[in-house]
């Protein structure tokens, strides 16, 4: 195996259905990435999970009646049947409330704690009177001291994505009961010491961030210009990972405490040897999420890795989207807007999403993704171009020429010359994880076939009893479809697959560094099954 590649998708909350959002945000990139780095051969550890702790999980249980572990395995189950479904090739998909994560998390506190790195400070929290409880981050709502948007949570904004002090948000409201009967009081609470890790970390992010994708690093170096805050790392909570330090028996660690570790956690689950990624300075590490979670995994993640001074992997590249909104607004099981997981596949089947939302990939803004543009996108590119030449190519060859493919003789030069530049295009787009450029590049790869196909017109030589001139194009469509195979499968492995068993003989679907003949004459094929079918419209979809 070739170089280590370390690969991590930002782990959802375990609190309601998930959506097309959350697949463009980060499952979708990071599994292209992680199949492309396989093909090349690398050794690539791969993972993700659900994130079960902090204030949604409790809220989200809270809302539907329901014990949190139940909701937990309720919704983690989903998240299962997701990746199933979509074809999302973790080496595992776990989840935090574990055994493993809570000794991982609880032995890092001790060696930050024996660091001289956490310390005790009393804080202001808001308590809710009608609900006597101390509230954390999203049992909190109120208008945003930012931007002034009225359902800002507790720590962060959904609107413009500011974080801030439970203290700072105006017209607070409990979550749980609706109350405005919150007082703020006084309580205890451990800090992590960030301000001590400032010049390290400014080091270490002057180094990283400009290998980051733009959004990505013009979050960190934002954080870099004000400079690091000391954090509280624990809440008034029972749901958790509990705080190993007495006096703090009814309090859990903070989740963005805990959530990255997960990471870990989930990879010593694996049967993998983890440590040969996590504590190798060798490895390639790149993580995808949202612009979101952009400040944790560059701020608060980087910060106590280099505080642990044992050899913990950094993020190499880190990868984050924008927003996908919904014909023209956000995203929202409340409103009924946008595609919920659940539901996408009763529309299309799971190729059809991944090619089409990698295509619209919010990478520089946010971006407005239609039922027309994802029609549009997959009667085109799918239907129109990659499965009608794999389908005519097959039914011409078979009809005049039988089940065998046709001799050629050498490959056609100004074809090769054509597709070998789109095949360094996609390759070098998916080594940057610049996926808009990459499906450009694969879809110019289906155009060059197309076009030959018309320029060769093999129909018109067999009806003019050239069958060796029709033979040879026929041969070079034949090789084109291993090609698309190999450098499609990334992006949509059902239909690669589909390609790949045209041939009798397996052929492995490794990544091409340039066009070759693999197709021996007169190798064995059969006609497919149609690789898509044309998506047409109705007024409920």
């Not at 999302?88 to 032995?107: M, W």
């Not at 944790?296 to 106590?304: K, L, N």
Request: aromatic fraction near 12%; charge should be negative; include cysteine.
């Amino acid at each position: 195996m070739g170089q280590k590649y370390l690969i991590t998708s930002a782990l959802p909350y375990v609190n309601g259905e998930l959506h097309i959002g959350h697949l463009v945000g980060c499952w979708l990139p990071s599994d292209v990435y992680a199949r492309f780095c396989r093909a090349q051969g690398r050794d690539v550890l791969y993972v993700c999970g659900a994130d079960e702790h902090g204030t949604p999980a409790i809220v989200g249980a809270a809302k539907e009646n329901m014990p949190i572990k139940e909701y937990n395995d309720k919704y983690y189950e989903k998240h299962l049947q997701a990746v199933s479904d979509f074809n999302l090739s973790f080496d595992l998909y776990g989840r935090t409330h574990t055994e493993l994560q809570e000794k991982l998390v609880q032995d890092l506190f001790t060696r930050l704690e024996n660091q001289g790195l956490i310390e005790e400070r009393e804080t202001i929290q808001p308590f809710s009177v009608d609900d006597d409880m101390f509230l954390a981050d999203r049992q909190l709502e109120g208008t945003c001291p930012k931007c002034g948007y009225e359902k800002a949570r507790g720590d962060q904004c959904d609107n413009c994505s500011a974080t801030y002090e439970a203290t700072e948000l105006k017209n607070p409201r409990s979550v749980i009961s609706g109350s405005t009967n919150i007082e703020m009081r006084k309580t205890k609470n451990l800090f992590f010491l960030a301000s001590k890790m400032q010049e390290e970390w400014r080091n270490w992010l002057k180094e990283h961030a400009p290998k980051w994708s733009k959004t990505a690093s013009a979050i960190a170096m934002g954080w870099a210009n004000e400079g690091l805050r000391d954090t509280s790392i624990t809440r008034d909570l029972k749901w958790g990972i509990p705080v190993n330090k007495p006096g703090y028996e009814d309090k859990v660690f903070y989740v963005w405490f805990d959530a990255p570790w997960g990471y870990v956690s989930i990879s010593m689950a694996t049967n993998k040897d983890w440590e040969s990624w996590w504590k190798n300075a060798d490895c390639f590490y790149a993580q995808f999420m949202g612009k979101d979670n952009v400040k944790f995994h560059s701020v608060f993640f980087p910060e106590q890795e280099l505080a642990m001074h044992d050899n913990w992997k950094t993020v190499d590249m880190l990868k984050s989207m924008n927003f996908l909104n919904f014909e023209g607004g956000k995203i929202s099981k409340s409103t009924g807007n946008g595609i919920f997981l659940d539901n996408a596949l009763t529309i299309a089947p799971s190729d059809c999403w991944r090619y089409a939302l990698m295509a619209s990939a919010p990478e520089t803004d946010d971006t407005d993704f239609t039922m027309a543009r994802f029609a549009d996108i997959v009667n085109k590119d799918l239907n129109g171009m990659l499965g009608n030449f794999v389908s005519r190519v097959c039914k011409l060859s078979n009809k005049n020429f039988g089940d065998v493919v046709p001799n050629g003789n050498g490959i056609d030069k100004d074809l090769e010359t054509k597709i070998n530049e789109k095949l360094n295009d996609l390759t070098n787009a998916l080594e940057k994880c610049e996926f808009r450029d990459a499906v450009f590049a694969l879809r110019s790869l289906w155009a060059i076939a197309n076009e030959y196909m018309t320029v060769k017109e093999p129909w018109a030589l067999v009806k003019n009893g050239d069958m060796a001139g029709a033979a040879k194009a026929l041969n070079e469509c034949f090789q084109m479809i291993d090609l698309f195979a190999r450098v499609s499968q990334p992006f949509i492995p059902d239909a690669a697959e589909k390609m790949q068993n045209v041939f009798k003989i397996k052929h492995d679907l490794s990544w091409p560094t340039k066009y070759e003949h693999r197709i021996a004459n007169g190798e064995k094929f059969v006609v497919p099954e149609n690789l898509f079918n044309r998506i047409e419209l109705t007024n409920d979809k």
